[in-house]
């Protein structure tokens, strides 16, 4: 897609864009439902001091939960309509107003925890084990082992109100990352002039003209150092909050508290990082090759994405990238191929990208909806890849709320990018396996490594920034520019190693990344792809059981904790092994890549 043609939303053709009447058939719809949700929420109130018996529980728990999924139709919508153009008032209004009717139900429901919590322990025990709780067992078993971390009844109800305001932070980097923020164009090796933004940044990175590449790298930081103590202030907030909360609610750290919640122990983000050292080799092994491969004296960040090898990247057509998805998951079944048909014939997905509309890509759903999907598509293998990813999560999401009950449907984040990368593995080993040209095989190999680099290695580094930065604001160190900045630079010399030269913009990067307004969220990549490298393989050798296990794990939702439902699909992520085998493979990729390179398929 030319860079200088982005077009607006209503120029592109409705059949690209998703199909958002199944949650509500039109904006007016939504406003109608809207208003009649915010009458039900004061009726939640009644339950009020009478919650001290199984019977009463399950009845709040079933009122509960019905107005939850209702009141999460509602949210996804105004979400998916405000990701669409995030420049759109109306529909920043529709977002803001159910976030605050989400807090609002939140606030209503805030005395409920700390009645249930302040029985004795013999009665809690005698509620989980009764007849009434069986639906619910699993989510009130969560519940009390919450006991001790849990605020009195006017401090969650404070917590709660507090909740729209503490999210301001967020909102404040979301909307300038995607909203406010302009870059200046940018010139290629021919002088020709292109236009920047956050959609398309990667896509320039991954040029084959480093004169491109350069200067969309300069433009893109230069736009973020001019708002990057906002930028700090934003972080910092968010961060403080977090480190606040922990504190009030009696955790060692807000690490503690956010792994806490998923029952992951915090040694798991430990043995992660100690695991990404221990293969820290590796990495610089490949950022020395991939220098060599280029043929340059000096290899700098703009230099990362560069491809390998020379020559016309393949470009697809949607209905290619389509094809080929389907292609690359048929070892997971017929019965799975034909629901991602499906969901490529009913519109579950936002395809292409206008002005306005949020970058990056994601899956989105409710228990009763569609898991829609954005992607901003432009052609590459990237996008095709994409699709593949956010078709896993969205099968995922499908297969629970069709097998466990909307109380425990919901998978948690620690699994949550299994599926997506299992996708991508499938479509790369495709990819490679139906390949004959070893130029080409080189380009999907350092697609490959670029999926180690990007998901492990790299989101290891966020994760130990993320760790870093909480502490330093637990030690009561500052928080701002200056000093995030140095942090994330002494990371970068770590994992990149001495053949990368490091340029002053390469500082402020910690500046563009969403996920750390969701604390300790990224280590979860790194996670759920070393799992997916031992699960795609599993499936594709054909070992006993593989597949069903995989399967039975997708279906398992929220219904169990994360680490029981990853050993259903044969894995023990409490053992660093599971990171280490996958950094092995990555080492072995790196073999094929400098046996073809040194023959000189380049």
């Not at 020709?192 to 959609?199: D, N, V």
């Not at 389907?326 to 048909?341: D, I």
């Not at 593949?388 to 097998?403: L, R, Y």
């Not at 597949?547 to 894995?571: R, V």
Request: hydrophobic share 40%.
């Amino acid at each position: 897609m030319d860079n200088n043609l982005i077009k607006e939303r209503e120029e592109i053709d409705d059949s690209f864009k998703w199909d958002l009447t199944p949650l509500y058939e039109s904006d007016e719809a939504f406003e109608e439902a809207l208003a009649a949700m915010n009458s039900k929420l004061d009726h939640i109130l009644s339950f009020d001091s009478k919650l001290v018996d199984a019977k009463t529980i399950r009845e709040f728990y079933d009122e509960s939960t019905c107005l939850e999924q209702e009141l999460s139709n509602l949210y996804v919508y105004a979400s998916l309509r405000k990701s669409e153009d995030t420049r759109k008032e109306d529909a920043q209004s529709m977002y803001q107003r159910i976030y605050g009717s989400y807090v609002n139900f939140a606030a209503a429901l805030s005395f409920a925890d700390p009645q249930i919590l302040s029985l004795e322990q013999d009665k809690l025990d005698q509620i989980l084990n009764s007849a009434e709780m069986e639906p619910y067992k699993y989510q009130f078993s969560k519940l009390v082992r919450q006991k001790a971390h849990v605020l009195t009844e006017e401090g969650e109800k404070v917590l709660a109100m507090m909740a729209e305001a503490l999210a301001a932070p967020s909102e404040v980097a979301s909307n300038l990352m995607n909203a406010d923020m302009t870059f200046e164009n940018v010139k290629n090796s021919a002088g020709e002039e292109l236009a920047l933004s956050g959609a398309n940044y990667i896509l320039l990175q991954s040029s084959q003209d480093r004169t491109l590449r350069k200067n969309s790298f300069k433009a893109y930081y230069k736009a973020y150092k001019d708002h990057i103590n906002t930028f700090a202030a934003a972080y910092a907030g968010k961060v403080k909050a977090a480190v606040a909360e922990a504190k009030l609610r009696g955790y060692e750290s807000s690490l503690d508290m956010y792994t806490s919640l998923e029952n992951v122990p915090s040694t798991v983000y430990d043995s992660l990082i100690d695991a990404v050292h221990k293969c820290m080799p590796y990495m610089h092994r490949y950022v020395k090759l991939r220098k060599k491969i280029l043929g340059l004296d000096e290899l700098h960040y703009y230099d990362v994405y560069a491809p390998l090898v020379l020559g016309d990247e393949d470009k697809y057509s949607l209905e290619e990238a389509e094809e080929l998805v389907l292609a690359a998951v048929e070892p997971l079944g017929q019965s799975y191929v034909k629901q991602v048909k499906t969901g490529f014939e009913n519109r579950w997905m936002d395809v292409y990208p206008n002005k306005g509309k949020r970058s990056g890509a994601f899956s989105e759903g409710t228990y009763s909806s569609i898991p829609y999907v954005l992607t901003n598509f432009v052609g590459n293998l990237d996008s095709v890849s994409t699709i593949a990813h956010e078709f896993g999560h969205s099968m995922h999401t499908f297969i629970s709320n069709h097998k466990q009950e909307p109380q425990n449907a919901e998978y948690t984040i620690f699994v949550a990018e299994v599926a997506s990368t299992v996708n991508e593995n499938l479509l790369i080993e495709k990819l490679l396996a139906d390949c004959k040209d070893k130029k080409k095989e080189l380009f999907l190999l350092n697609h490959y490594l670029e999926g180690f680099k990007g998901t492990v290695y790299r989101q290891a580094m966020f994760a130990e920034f993320e760790q870093k930065a909480h502490q330093m604001a637990e030690s009561g160190q500052a928080l701002n520019a200056t000093s995030l900045s140095k942090l994330y630079r002494e990371l970068i010399e770590l994992y990149f190693g001495e053949e990368l030269i490091i340029d002053d913009e390469v500082d402020l990067e910690w500046a563009r990344i969403p996920h750390f307004y969701t604390p300790f969220y990224v280590y979860k990549y790194a996670t759920g792809y070393s799992s997916a490298v031992a699960i795609s393989e599993n499936i594709l050798k054909k070992k006993d059981n593989a597949l069903d296990a995989y399967l039975s794990f997708l279906s398992t939702g929220g219904s169990m904790d994360p680490l029981d439902e990853l050993k259903i699909a044969g894995l023990d992520l409490s053992d660093s092994k599971t990171v280490i085998r996958a950094l092995e493979k990555f080492d072995r990729v790196l073999d094929r890549v400098e046996e073809l390179s040194n023959e000189g398929c380049i």
